[in-house]
């Protein structure tokens, strides 16, 4: 799939956003080794903290799939927006730092390309802080 098409997945399923409190709607699509896109909008909470973002869905969705390898993925919102600190170790999860990350507009306006291991450098990885074998 190419980015162009990506990104239009991404502002098709923003139209599902639920965001009765920011006003703020988010899609993402994500593209899977298999090639494969799976796509998911922000789902807000009047508890903030409790309100989930559009990559995190998308990548759920994706897991809950079977799917476990990703290749980019594309957000779309009123501005271009870059995913938040836990969307990215989220994504770091189940991607290489090379994970192409496409960010747009929902009017198509403008859209930058970026990858995960400039988003997040130093990642955290589970071999930098394994669990202790015994407690």
Known sequence: MNPESLM???RDVAKCAYAPYSHFTVGAAVLTRQGHVYCACNVENVSYGLTSCAERNAIFKAI???EREFVAIALAAPTCVTPCGACR?????FATGELKV??????EAQFVTTTLAQLLPN?????????????
């Open 8 to 10: 239009q997945a991404a």
């Open 64 to 66: 809950s799939e079977g």
């Open 89 to 93: 170790q989220v994504l770091q999860e």
């Open 102 to 107: 496409y960010m747009t507009t929902l009017e």
């Open 123 to 135: 990642a955290f990885h589970f071999e930098d802080n394994p669990l202790p074998k015994t407690l």
